[in-house]
T-cell receptor, first 115, second 116 residues
C-alpha cells in the first residue's frame, strides 16, 4: 500500500524568503515521488520527480526536493519565493503496488506569497 | 513531444442536461488515460482510467461514464447532470517509469464545469 501526507494545508511566506512544503510518504516498494503545481483554473504541471537517481532533485522555477528514505520525506524547497509561486502544490507517490492507477496524490498545500 | 488537449475549457450546463467532455493526446501511443475531478478547495478525485481502447475502469460510482473510442481519445459523459457534478475536470496520461517504479502523469489544461 502507498500513501502520502502533506503536512500543511496552507503555507504563507513573504516574497524573497525561503519556501518549505512538507510531504511524507509510505510505500511497500521502491517509490517514485513527484511534486506538481497548479495555478488557479489551470491543469497540474510537473515540477520535479525522484525516480531512484540523485536524492536531491532540481526542478523548474528554482524548486528542489530531497528524497530522505530514513525519514520517508520528500519536502519541496525554494530559496527565495516569488509572487508567481502562489499556487496549489501536490505531492504524489507512485510505485508498482499502488492503487488501481498506481499513483496516490496528497491533498495539496496552498502556498500564499505575501508582498 | 507529447501534448494533451481538453475541451471545452469552460462549460455551464443546467441540471438534468447531458455532458460530453473530450480529451486527446498527441505524440504518444497506447497511453494510460485518466479523468479526475477537483471540487472547489479539494484535492483530486480519480474518476476513471483506461489502459487501452474500450477498456475503462471506474473508481467511484456516480452518474458519469467514460469511453475510449480511439487510442488517444478519452471522453467523459453524463446523461443527466447533477448540481454536485460541478467542478474542475482534468484529463491526464501516464508513462511507465523504468524499473517498475510506477508512473509519471501529465495533465491537460482542464475543463471548468458549472451545473446550475
Amino acid at each position: 500500500a502507498q500513501s502520502v501526507t502533506q503536512l500543511d494545508s496552507h503555507v504563507s511566506v513573504s516574497e524573497g524568503t525561503p519556501v518549505l512544503l512538507r510531504c511524507n510518504y509510505s510505500s511497500s516498494y521502491s517509490p517514485s515521488l513527484f511534486w506538481y503545481v497548479q495555478h488557479p483554473n489551470k491543469g497540474l504541471q510537473l515540477l520535479l520527480k525522484y525516480t531512484s537517481a540523485a536524492t536531491l532533485v532540481k526542478g523548474i522555477n528554482g524548486f528542489e526536493a530531497e528524497f530522505k528514505k530514513s525519514e520517508t520525506s520528500f519536502h519541496l524547497t525554494k530559496p527565495s519565493a516569488h509572487m508567481s509561486d502562489a499556487a496549489e502544490y501536490f505531492c504524489v507517490v507512485s510505485d508498482q503496488g499502488g492503487g488501481a492507477d498506481g499513483l496516490t496524490f496528497g491533498k495539496g498545500t496552498h502556498l500564499i506569497i505575501q508582498p | 513531444s507529447q501534448t494533451i488537449h481538453q475541451w471545452p475549457a469552460t462549460l455551464v450546463q443546467p441540471v438534468g442536461s447531458p455532458l460530453s467532455l473530450e480529451c486527446t493526446v498527441e505524440g504518444t501511443s497506447n497511453p494510460n488515460l485518466y479523468w479526475y475531478r477537483q471540487a472547489a478547495g479539494r484535492g483530486l478525485q480519480l474518476l476513471f482510467y483506461s489502459v487501452g481502447i474500450g477498456q475503462i475502469s471506474s473508481e467511484v460510482p456516480q452518474n458519469l461514464s467514460a469511453s475510449r473510442p480511439q487510442d488517444r481519445q478519452f471522453i467523459l459523459s453524463s446523461k443527466k447532470l447533477l448540481l454536485s457534478d460541478s467542478g474542475f475536470y482534468l484529463c491526464a496520461w501516464s508513462v511507465m517509469l523504468a524499473g517498475g517504479r510506477g508512473k509519471t502523469q501529465y495533465f491537460g489544461p482542464g475543463t471548468r464545469l458549472l451545473v446550475l
